[in-house]
């Protein structure tokens, strides 16, 4: 499944910094600042995003079929996904193409970088895969889910 796009989230961005009560003339170019940061770094985590090995699994022989009968962990970043340090740049550039540079501007990219970085880990760490993968001969034969 691919990330969403930044045409996908900017609506979400216009009407999370509305809400906050955060407008003016820059406020658009900050949405779709904060849209395309946040597209890059869903389409960064799901590019690195992997499960820790180790699911127990039922698979009895002969022909060492079955599932995996427990559940599994994704790998937190920067193994399984970005962090800060890779965003900051990403987020700087995209304020700066919508206009946004000011002497804060740098301090505005770390934020929006540590913000999404942590969120990403967050959800490294609370996600799991579902038990019930199929195993045909020893592999995983299906996708699995996140529970």
């Known amino acids: 499944m691919?990330?969403?796009?930044?045409?996908?989230?900017?609506?979400?961005a216009r009407s999370t910094l509305d809400s906050a009560g955060i407008c003016g003339r820059d406020a658009p170019g900050l949405a779709q600042a904060l849209a395309k940061t946040t597209a890059q770094a869903l389409a960064m985590f799901l590019n690195q995003a992997q499960v820790l090995p180790g699911i127990p699994a039922a698979a009895p022989p002969p022909a060492h079929s079955g599932s995996t009968v427990g559940p599994g962990?994704?790998?937190?970043?920067?193994?399984?996904?970005?962090?800060?340090e890779q965003?900051?740049?990403?987020?700087?550039?995209?304020?700066?193409?919508?206009?946004?540079?000011g002497e804060n501007a740098?301090?505005?990219?770390?934020?929006?970088a540590g913000s999404l970085a942590q969120a990403i880990e967050l959800f490294t760490a609370q996600v799991q895969v579902a038990p019930g993968i199929a195993?045909?001969?020893l592999v995983t034969s299906s996708p699995g889910n996140l529970i």
């Open 2 to 12: 691919p990330s969403p796009t930044a045409e996908q989230l900017t609506g979400f």
């Open 73 to 84: 962990s994704l790998i937190p970043p920067p193994a399984g996904g970005p962090v800060a």
């Open 87 to 101: 965003l900051e740049g990403l987020a700087l550039a995209d304020l700066r193409g919508e206009g946004i540079a």
């Open 106 to 112: 740098p301090d505005l990219a770390k934020v929006i």
């Open 135 to 137: 195993i045909s001969g």
